[in-house]
């Protein structure tokens, strides 16, 4: 707030009057506001050295790598063979089967989150829907070992009954689980933006005599779009960054492949089976993991990003 | 309403409401599954010895030792970091390319994987810092993780708290530090704590980054200190559940059922918090 | 010099300029009424006169606002002491999401008055604001439990706890029903014996009840200014009395 007014002579006051000039008092009161500036201040600056870290750490590791291995090589190679003779760093492998797990699990949450969403937003009111809510919210809070834990010793066997052929690490038993765990991403944040939708806009429908069912589908599923793609890209980026339970799924075999019922190798697994193992920093194995964590976090950036662009739109729109 | 109409409106609402009972369906396979193989392995004898080759005598008492150990310095390093970093953002910092930048920033960071949390921990804690397989390192590295999440969870609430509270405390001739501190920070602590209970229930059941931390598979001592090696709940269950003998899975489903009982306890009371701050208001 | 006056006030959105040159005094111990058609500017004129409006971004102003002869947009004047002297009463009633008791104590407190004299300030303040009778026996109760009247009632008696010179209202009754109105215009003829009172009111009826002088404002400019005596039953511009008449607003 600016004044540009003649006050020159205006800052002394008459005699018995209480002084509105910043004191003493207030500036003691000021040191203390300055110290909470400082250490506020400092710990948000934290979160940009903390991107600034992960990338540096990314890049500056894999420099052994990729003195050894060719960046395209790497790239397109299509064969992944890194702790076994003869070697081979192809990632395709196991970018495929980060992809397969990502995708199935997509496959998998969509109908089941969007279903959720819309029955809660447009058919449920009043206290049932914030418990009905928080049931769904449970899936989200198990942690990933116990999905991999139930992958194998519950879903693989039923699948097993099913696909007589499925091998005991499979992807599709690892996608099943995965699409459990993100159901609620996709049920929470399309069940906001459904009932985001203004009233306005329900109201015009119902008042031009359409049912229930088509406002909610025909009226507020398509008015809140963009906040349902966004749901599903952010819970694709959630499954393909899921480690625990796709390392006891999936298994450890990078294999070149679209079958769901074969087993297969995603970039986190890898990662985990180099750590376990005992790895000595300064060799290629080491550095190898962080060049196939510097392919995931490109991807999972990406569609961070690609997300928040389509949430903005959204919010555009509407507010 | 015609027949076809009426037909079309009971598949949508019936669609819908089966969405919702597959989800319970799925909740309540996993819980039966491991409730099933858990329970029965699941005695106090379980809770106190140490992990052994022999499924019959072993026991979880370290896991629990260094989950403890890690969450408690984890907690120490994120939350105070987190919820100040929360405050500057929406009380103080004034709103501009820098501010909108750290925001996206924020976000970003909330979005990565926890195994690439992994990564940071094990090049900047483990190596470069030379803390090596420590309980310290582990939860530096968790604390990193969780940071994002406490940090948007406190500027959302901060942000619920109407307008009209600030400039009713302004009116009397308060100052920013007395409408911020004596006002705004009380009204929204209940969605802060939420969002905290929340973040660090989620580090409890994170394994990845531990591994790459260094996290051992196989403890059979409780640490002592911050610069002990240790293991964690979610490691211990990860190295039974992937062993192919029966007994393994079950011992491993009984630290499951432990497992689950802290992180959905603790779900359970944030969203006991939430629901009664909303109720306030 | 002593009392609230401006010269040449002039606020600005901007570029956009919604109050041009006001020079306005305002009578110590009156109630000085601002009324005009919604969006002329009278509540951002009200809100300058205790630099409420510093918290809305790019806004500023031109000209003076004198608090006993002192430029209270002045660089070296403290922004929170002008408040702790000219307070302000809000159209929605605020109170503090504490007990009604702390409503009242929490200004004084944080000023440092000491809290030996608070519990007779509070009761103090709720008198005066017509309000102890209602809630004596129940001080340490929820503030958001009373009712909307009680509640402004409230926000009046916290804000004369602080012991302003000048009291400004912005439409202080506008979000009540009639009984409640009439009580807090009851009140003000009581309060400007301690207080000089600016209130912002669209209701003219009101104005005509409660002030001693009324301005009319129009477009961000005064039309007129006068004793409200003879304001509403002889306006001198050709403006006021359409405003008044109905032909507009």
Same mark, same amino acid.
């Given at each position: 707030?600016? &004044? ?55 890049? &500056? ?82 942690? &990933? ?135 000595? &920093? ?38 | 309403?015609?027949? #076809? ?34 329970? *029965? ?13 022999? *499924? ?56 990565? *994987? ?13 190596? #470069? ?18 940071? *994002? ?40 602590? @209940? ?52 062993? @192919? ?37 | ?157 916290? !804000?004369? !706890? ?44 009101? !104005? ?42």
């Amino acid at each position: 707030m600016t &004044s540009t007014g003649d006050s020159s002579e205006s800052s002394s006051l008459p005699i018995g009057q209480p002084s509105l000039n910043k004191s003493l008092g207030r500036a003691s009161l000021s040191a203390s506001e300055l110290i909470s500036h400082i250490l506020v201040r400092g710990a948000a600056l934290l979160t940009i050295v903390t991107t600034l870290g992960i990338l540096w750490v990314l890049v &500056s590791e894999v420099g052994l790598f990729f003195s050894n291995i060719g960046v395209l090589d790497f790239l397109f190679g299509l064969e992944w063979s890194a702790l076994i003779e003869p070697r081979k760093f192809g990632v395709i492998p196991l970018v495929t089967g980060t992809l397969m797990i990502g995708l199935g699990a997509a496959a998998f949450a969509v109908p089941i989150g969007a279903g959720c969403a819309l029955f809660l937003s447009e058919y449920v009111r009043g206290r049932k829907k914030q418990i009905l809510k928080s049931i769904v919210e449970v899936l989200a809070g198990i942690p &990933s070992v116990v999905y991999g834990f139930f992958a194998l010793s519950y879903v693989t066997p039923l699948l097993g009954k099913i696909f007589p052929e499925i091998q005991f690490f499979n992807a599709l038993s690892a996608a099943i689980v995965v699409g459990m765990m993100v159901i609620p991403t996709i049920a929470s944040m399309s069940q906001d933006a459904f009932e985001a939708v203004p009233r306005e806009l329900r109201d015009a429908a119902y008042g031009l005599g359409a049912r229930k069912y088509q406002v909610a589908t025909t009226v507020v599923f398509p008015a809140a779009l963009s906040g349902f793609i966004a749901s599903v890209i952010l819970a694709f980026a959630r499954a393909i960054g899921e480690t625990m339970a796709v390392t006891l799924a999936a298994g450890s075999t990078p294999n070149l492949t679209w079958n769901p019922l074969e087993s297969v190798q995603t970039i986190t697994a890898y990662i985990v089976q180099v750590s376990l193992g005992d790895t000595p &920093s300064g060799t290629i194995e080491y550095s190898s993991i962080f060049a196939v964590g510097l392919v995931l976090f490109g991807m999972t950036l990406f569609m961070n990003l690609t997300a928040q662009l389509v949430v903005k739109r959204f919010h555009e729109r509407y507010h | 309403m015609t027949l #076809w109409q009426r037909i079309k409106s009971e598949i949508v609402r019936m669609g819908g409401l089966l969405t919702l009972l597959i989800c319970f369906g799925f909740l309540l396979l996993l819980l039966v599954d491991v409730l099933g193989d858990g329970l *029965p392995t699941l005695s106090w004898d379980f809770l106190v010895n140490f992990p052994s080759r022999f *499924p019959a005598k072993a026991g979880i008492a370290s896991a629990i030792a260094g989950t403890l150990w890690v969450m408690f310095f984890t907690a120490v390093f994120a939350v105070p970091l987190g919820v100040m970093s929360g405050i500057y953002l929406e009380e103080y910092a004034s709103s501009n390319w820098f501010t909108n930048l750290i925001r996206v920033n924020i976000q970003n960071l909330a979005g990565i *994987p926890a195994i690439i949390y992994g990564m940071l921990g094990l090049a900047v804690f483990v190596r #470069w810092m030379d803390l090596g397989r420590s309980v310290l390192a582990g939860a530096l590295t968790m604390a990193l993780m969780i940071l *994002p999440t406490i940090i948007i969870a406190t500027s959302e609430a901060i942000k619920a708290v109407p307008d009209s509270l600030r400039m009713a405390a302004y009116g009397v001739g308060a100052s920013r530090v007395q409408v911020v501190w004596s006002h705004v920070i009380p009204q929204a602590l @209940p969605g802060m704590m939420t969002g905290v209970i929340l973040a660090l229930s989620r580090a409890i059941g994170e394994a990845a980054p531990l591994i790459l931390v260094g996290a051992l598979s196989f403890v059979a001592f409780m640490p002592s200190g911050p610069m002990d090696s240790f293991t964690v709940l979610a490691i211990q269950i990860f190295n039974w559940a992937g062993r @192919p003998q029966d007994e393994f899975r079950m011992i491993a489903a009984s630290g499951i059922i432990l497992l689950l009982v802290i992180t959905l306890g603790m779900n359970a009371l944030a969203i006991y918090l939430r629901a009664r701050s909303v109720k306030l208001s | 010099m002593s009392g609230l006056l401006t010269k040449d006030l002039s606020i600005f959105y901007g570029t956009k300029r919604a109050v041009q040159n006001v020079s306005l005094a305002f009578p110590s111990y009156s109630v000085t009424a601002l009324i005009g058609p919604s969006g002329c500017g009278k509540s951002t004129f009200l809100r300058a006169l205790n630099r409420m409006n510093d918290f809305i971004p790019h806004c500023s102003i031109t000209g003076e606002v004198q608090f006993n002869g002192q430029n209270i947009y002045h660089p070296q004047v403290d922004s929170v002491l002008v408040r702790r002297q000219i307070g302000m009463v809000f159209q929605k009633p605020n109170p503090f999401p504490k007990t009604i008791f702390e409503n009242v104590a929490w200004g004084p407190k944080r000023a440092g008055i000491s809290s030996s004299v608070i519990p007779r300030l509070v009761e103090e303040s709720l008198k005066a604001a017509a309000l102890w009778s209602e809630v004596s026996d129940r001080l340490n109760s929820p503030a958001l439990g009373l009712s909307g009247g009680q509640q402004q009632r409230l926000c009046i008696a916290r !804000a004369i !706890a602080m012991k302003p010179s000048v009291l400004l209202m912005d439409e202080p009754c506008s979000a009540l029903d009639p009984i409640a109105t009439a009580r807090i215009e009851e009140l003000i003829g009581n309060l400007k014996q301690k207080f000089t009172i600016v209130i912002v009111t669209h209701n003219m009826q009101q !104005a005509a009840r409660v002030s001693d002088t009324t301005s009319f404002f129009l477009n961000g400019g005064v039309i007129e200014t006068g004793e409200t005596k003879s304001f509403f039953t002889r306006p001198e511009k050709v403006e006021t009395e359409n405003y008044l008449t109905g032909k507009f607003g």
